[in-house]
Structure formats: C-alpha cells, structure tokens
C-alpha cells in the first residue's frame, strides 16, 4: 500500500488544458504500475490511463487517447489533458497497482487518492 495524493485539477474552459500530478506520501512508487481513474457523477469509475513500473510504457483510454498523455518518475506521475471538452468534467483519481502487468479494472488498484476535481465549463 502506498498513500497517493492528487493535485491539478479545477475549472477550464473548453478546448483548454489542465496538468494533474499524483505524489507519494511515504515512499517512492517505483515498484507499482500506476494509473488515473476517473468518474462523473451518477457512472462508474472508469479507466483513463496507466504507465508501466518497469518501462514507463504507457496506456489510454480510447476516448483519450491523443488528448492526454501519462509520464512518471519515481515520486510522481503526471497526467497532462489537453483539447478538453465538458464530457471530461468529473472526479480524477490516481492508483497504484503493485503487480508488473497492466489493469485497466479499478478493483485491481489496491491504494487510491482522494481524488481532484476537474470541470470543464464556459
């Protein structure tokens, strides 16, 4: 387990970009695959993106695939959003996953963030 903490988000307007950051609290995650869920109100936490521990290789979403993009370090992964539209105002949450393979099921991310905002409105 390893405590994570979001930070970045808030209103944009459409067609603009907002950078998220998830940092650890206690210790480096260089060992866990991380990820960013996300989840609007009244639907399911969905996948956005994950980057490999080993590799730094990343996964997306289709629907956000040319839009954001994943990076990691050690201490830290960033997820940039760009081009936003309204639909992709909701809840942003980073995980991590202490396994070497992907997961894009939110049951498969033991420790979690609280979350940060992300609006997208005029």
């Known amino acids: 387990q390893v405590q994570l903490v979001e930070s970045g988000g808030g209103l944009v307007q459409p067609g603009g970009s907002l950078r998220l950051t998830c940092t650890a609290s206690?210790?480096?995650?260089?060992?866990?695959?991380m990820g960013w869920f996300r989840q609007a109100p009244g639907k399911e936490r969905e996948f956005v993106a994950a980057?490999?521990?080993?590799?730094?290789k990343p996964l997306y979403a289709d629907s956000v695939k040319g839009r954001f993009t994943i990076s990691r370090d050690n201490t830290k992964v960033n997820l940039q959003m760009n081009s936003l539209t309204p639909e992709y105002t909701a809840v942003y949450y980073c995980?991590?996953?202490?396994?070497?393979?992907?997961?894009?099921?939110?049951?498969?991310?033991?420790?979690w963030g609280q979350g940060t905002q992300v609006t997208v409105s005029s």
């Open positions: 980057v490999g521990r080993d590799d730094g």
């Open positions: 995980a991590a996953r202490a396994a070497i393979y992907y997961s894009t099921l939110p049951s498969d991310f033991g420790s």
């Open positions: 206690q210790r480096s995650f260089s060992t866990f695959v």
